[in-house]
T-cell receptor
Framework: AQKITQTQPGMFVQEKEAVTLDCTYDTSDPSYGLFWYKQPSSGEMIFLIYQGSYDQQNATEGRYSLNFQKARKSANLVISASQLGDSAMYFC??????????FGTGTSLTVIP | ETGVTQSPTHLIKTRGQQVTLRCSSQ?????VSWYQQALGQGPQFIFQ???????GRGNFPPRFSGLQFPNYSSELNVNALELDDSALYLCASSLATGYTDTQYFGPGTRLTVL
Protein backbone atom coordinates (compact mmCIF):
# COMPACT_ATOMS: atom_id res chain seq x y z
CA ALA A 1 0.00 0.00 0.00
CA GLN A 2 0.98 3.60 -0.39
CA LYS A 3 0.65 6.57 1.92
CA ILE A 4 1.11 10.30 1.48
CA THR A 5 1.64 12.71 4.38
CA GLN A 6 1.22 16.45 4.06
CA THR A 7 1.93 18.04 7.42
CA GLN A 8 1.14 21.68 6.56
CA PRO A 9 -2.61 22.26 6.72
CA GLY A 10 -2.18 25.92 5.77
CA MET A 11 0.57 28.08 4.36
CA PHE A 12 0.89 31.79 3.63
CA VAL A 13 3.28 33.40 1.17
CA GLN A 14 3.86 36.93 0.01
CA GLU A 15 3.17 37.61 -3.63
CA LYS A 16 6.31 37.14 -5.80
CA GLU A 17 8.03 35.06 -3.12
CA ALA A 18 8.81 31.34 -3.37
CA VAL A 19 7.08 28.73 -1.22
CA THR A 20 7.73 25.06 -0.49
CA LEU A 21 4.90 22.63 0.20
CA ASP A 22 5.98 19.47 1.98
CA CYS A 23 5.11 15.91 1.02
CA THR A 24 6.47 12.65 2.38
CA TYR A 25 5.44 9.25 1.16
CA ASP A 26 5.62 5.61 2.05
CA THR A 27 5.53 2.76 -0.42
CA SER A 28 6.80 -0.77 -0.85
CA ASP A 29 6.66 -0.60 -4.65
CA PRO A 30 10.04 -0.34 -6.39
CA SER A 31 8.51 1.79 -9.14
CA TYR A 32 6.14 4.65 -8.51
CA GLY A 33 5.14 8.09 -9.66
CA LEU A 34 4.64 11.20 -7.58
CA PHE A 35 2.17 13.89 -8.63
CA TRP A 36 1.10 17.29 -7.45
CA TYR A 37 -2.35 18.71 -8.11
CA LYS A 38 -3.88 22.11 -7.44
CA GLN A 39 -7.52 22.37 -6.44
CA PRO A 40 -9.07 25.85 -6.55
CA SER A 41 -12.31 26.52 -4.75
CA SER A 42 -14.19 25.50 -7.91
CA GLY A 43 -13.21 21.90 -7.17
CA GLU A 44 -11.40 20.76 -10.29
CA MET A 45 -8.07 19.00 -9.69
CA ILE A 46 -5.43 20.56 -11.94
CA PHE A 47 -2.30 18.53 -12.71
CA LEU A 48 0.90 20.46 -11.99
CA ILE A 49 3.93 18.19 -12.08
CA TYR A 50 5.10 14.56 -12.15
CA GLN A 51 8.22 12.82 -10.87
CA GLY A 52 9.05 9.19 -11.58
CA SER A 53 10.88 7.14 -8.99
CA TYR A 54 13.73 6.41 -11.39
CA ASP A 55 14.10 9.95 -12.69
CA GLN A 56 17.56 11.24 -11.91
CA GLN A 57 16.68 14.90 -12.18
CA ASN A 58 14.07 16.88 -10.31
CA ALA A 59 11.03 17.68 -12.42
CA THR A 60 10.27 21.26 -13.40
CA GLU A 61 7.23 22.78 -15.10
CA GLY A 62 7.36 26.53 -15.46
CA ARG A 63 7.17 28.04 -11.95
CA TYR A 64 6.74 24.61 -10.38
CA SER A 65 9.57 22.33 -9.41
CA LEU A 66 9.63 19.14 -7.43
CA ASN A 67 12.37 18.63 -4.86
CA PHE A 68 12.66 14.83 -4.94
CA GLN A 69 14.73 13.18 -2.23
CA LYS A 70 14.25 9.46 -2.69
CA ALA A 71 16.24 8.32 0.35
CA ARG A 72 14.18 10.59 2.59
CA LYS A 73 10.96 9.67 0.74
CA SER A 74 10.06 13.27 0.21
CA ALA A 75 8.65 15.08 -2.83
CA ASN A 76 8.25 18.72 -1.95
CA LEU A 77 6.65 21.17 -4.38
CA VAL A 78 8.36 24.51 -4.86
CA ILE A 79 6.39 27.37 -6.37
CA SER A 80 8.53 30.29 -7.44
CA ALA A 81 7.34 33.89 -7.86
CA SER A 82 3.94 33.26 -6.25
CA GLN A 83 0.90 34.84 -7.82
CA LEU A 84 -2.52 35.62 -6.35
CA GLY A 85 -4.00 32.92 -8.57
CA ASP A 86 -1.86 30.32 -6.82
CA SER A 87 -4.15 30.50 -3.78
CA ALA A 88 -5.73 27.04 -3.63
CA MET A 89 -5.49 23.59 -2.04
CA TYR A 90 -2.48 21.55 -3.12
CA PHE A 91 -2.46 17.77 -3.06
CA CYS A 92 0.45 15.39 -3.33
CA UNK A 93 -0.33 11.93 -4.71
CA UNK A 94 1.50 8.68 -5.33
CA UNK A 95 0.80 5.89 -7.75
CA UNK A 96 2.59 2.58 -7.57
CA UNK A 97 2.20 -0.60 -9.55
CA UNK A 98 -1.46 -0.77 -8.56
CA UNK A 99 -4.18 1.19 -10.24
CA UNK A 100 -5.03 3.90 -7.82
CA UNK A 101 -3.69 7.23 -6.77
CA UNK A 102 -3.25 7.82 -3.05
CA PHE A 103 -3.68 11.44 -2.05
CA GLY A 104 -2.59 13.35 1.01
CA THR A 105 -4.89 15.58 3.01
CA GLY A 106 -3.69 18.66 1.20
CA THR A 107 -2.16 22.04 2.03
CA SER A 108 -4.12 25.26 1.73
CA LEU A 109 -1.95 27.99 0.22
CA THR A 110 -2.86 31.65 0.54
CA VAL A 111 -0.91 34.25 -1.43
CA ILE A 112 -0.89 37.65 0.24
CA PRO A 113 -0.71 40.77 -1.94
CA GLU B 1 -9.07 22.61 -19.36
CA THR B 2 -8.45 18.89 -19.49
CA GLY B 3 -11.25 17.79 -21.80
CA VAL B 4 -12.77 15.61 -19.07
CA THR B 5 -16.39 16.52 -18.50
CA GLN B 6 -18.80 15.47 -15.78
CA SER B 7 -22.54 15.80 -15.33
CA PRO B 8 -24.43 16.99 -13.49
CA THR B 9 -22.41 19.64 -11.65
CA HIS B 10 -24.62 19.58 -8.58
CA LEU B 11 -27.17 17.09 -7.31
CA ILE B 12 -29.41 16.86 -4.26
CA LYS B 13 -30.88 13.51 -3.25
CA THR B 14 -32.54 12.05 -0.19
CA ARG B 15 -31.37 9.11 1.85
CA GLY B 16 -32.19 5.76 0.27
CA GLN B 17 -32.39 7.07 -3.28
CA GLN B 18 -30.16 6.06 -6.17
CA VAL B 19 -27.93 8.34 -8.25
CA THR B 20 -26.03 8.11 -11.53
CA LEU B 21 -23.09 10.37 -12.29
CA ARG B 22 -21.54 10.64 -15.74
CA CYS B 23 -18.07 11.29 -17.08
CA SER B 24 -16.63 11.76 -20.55
CA SER B 25 -12.93 11.05 -20.74
CA GLN B 26 -10.32 13.07 -22.56
CA UNK B 27 -9.93 12.18 -26.21
CA UNK B 28 -7.65 9.17 -26.65
CA UNK B 29 -7.85 8.08 -23.01
CA UNK B 30 -9.08 4.54 -22.36
CA UNK B 31 -8.90 4.54 -18.57
CA VAL B 32 -11.33 6.22 -16.19
CA SER B 33 -11.07 6.39 -12.41
CA TRP B 34 -13.61 7.65 -9.93
CA TYR B 35 -12.86 9.34 -6.62
CA GLN B 36 -14.90 10.54 -3.66
CA GLN B 37 -13.70 13.67 -1.90
CA ALA B 38 -15.34 14.49 1.40
CA LEU B 39 -15.11 18.03 2.70
CA GLY B 40 -11.60 18.84 3.94
CA GLN B 41 -10.13 15.54 2.74
CA GLY B 42 -8.10 14.31 -0.17
CA PRO B 43 -9.78 12.25 -2.89
CA GLN B 44 -10.40 8.58 -2.10
CA PHE B 45 -10.22 6.02 -4.91
CA ILE B 46 -13.53 4.27 -5.67
CA PHE B 47 -12.65 2.21 -8.75
CA GLN B 48 -11.07 2.27 -12.17
CA UNK B 49 -12.26 1.12 -15.57
CA UNK B 50 -9.93 0.10 -18.37
CA UNK B 51 -11.37 -0.82 -21.76
CA UNK B 52 -14.82 -1.39 -20.28
CA UNK B 53 -13.64 -3.69 -17.46
CA UNK B 54 -13.27 -2.87 -13.78
CA UNK B 55 -9.54 -2.69 -13.15
CA GLY B 56 -9.21 -2.06 -9.46
CA ARG B 57 -11.43 -1.04 -6.59
CA GLY B 58 -10.93 0.89 -3.39
CA ASN B 59 -12.55 0.31 -0.02
CA PHE B 60 -16.11 1.12 -1.05
CA PRO B 61 -19.21 -1.09 -0.60
CA PRO B 62 -20.91 -2.86 -3.53
CA ARG B 63 -23.66 -0.24 -3.67
CA PHE B 64 -21.04 1.84 -5.51
CA SER B 65 -20.93 0.44 -9.02
CA GLY B 66 -19.86 1.64 -12.41
CA LEU B 67 -19.78 1.16 -16.13
CA GLN B 68 -17.52 2.12 -18.96
CA PHE B 69 -18.85 2.37 -22.50
CA PRO B 70 -17.16 1.61 -25.84
CA ASN B 71 -16.40 5.32 -26.29
CA TYR B 72 -14.67 5.18 -22.86
CA SER B 73 -17.18 7.41 -21.15
CA SER B 74 -18.23 6.16 -17.75
CA GLU B 75 -20.96 6.13 -15.14
CA LEU B 76 -20.85 5.90 -11.37
CA ASN B 77 -23.98 4.53 -9.73
CA VAL B 78 -24.66 4.73 -6.03
CA ASN B 79 -27.62 2.84 -4.56
CA ALA B 80 -29.29 3.27 -1.19
CA LEU B 81 -27.75 6.68 -0.60
CA GLU B 82 -26.53 7.51 2.89
CA LEU B 83 -25.85 10.88 4.45
CA ASP B 84 -22.08 10.15 4.40
CA ASP B 85 -22.21 9.85 0.62
CA SER B 86 -22.41 13.63 0.46
CA ALA B 87 -19.16 14.62 -1.27
CA LEU B 88 -17.50 15.85 -4.42
CA TYR B 89 -17.22 13.01 -6.93
CA LEU B 90 -14.30 13.33 -9.30
CA CYS B 91 -13.69 11.46 -12.49
CA ALA B 92 -10.19 11.21 -13.97
CA SER B 93 -9.00 9.83 -17.26
CA SER B 94 -5.57 8.64 -18.36
CA LEU B 95 -3.93 7.16 -21.43
CA ALA B 96 -3.25 3.85 -19.73
CA THR B 97 -2.79 2.27 -16.35
CA GLY B 98 0.94 2.51 -15.71
CA TYR B 99 2.44 4.35 -12.75
CA THR B 100 3.79 7.00 -15.08
CA ASP B 101 0.37 7.80 -16.52
CA THR B 102 -0.96 11.12 -15.33
CA GLN B 103 -4.63 11.29 -14.48
CA TYR B 104 -6.55 14.32 -15.68
CA PHE B 105 -9.58 15.29 -13.66
CA GLY B 106 -12.96 16.66 -14.54
CA PRO B 107 -14.69 19.47 -12.65
CA GLY B 108 -16.55 17.08 -10.36
CA THR B 109 -20.13 16.52 -9.29
CA ARG B 110 -21.19 17.80 -5.87
CA LEU B 111 -23.66 15.37 -4.35
CA THR B 112 -25.70 16.36 -1.31
CA VAL B 113 -27.71 13.67 0.47
CA LEU B 114 -30.45 14.94 2.79
Amino acid sequence: AQKITQTQPGMFVQEKEAVTLDCTYDTSDPSYGLFWYKQPSSGEMIFLIYQGSYDQQNATEGRYSLNFQKARKSANLVISASQLGDSAMYFCAIRGTGNQFYFGTGTSLTVIP
Amino acid sequence: ETGVTQSPTHLIKTRGQQVTLRCSSQSGHNTVSWYQQALGQGPQFIFQYYREEENGRGNFPPRFSGLQFPNYSSELNVNALELDDSALYLCASSLATGYTDTQYFGPGTRLTVL
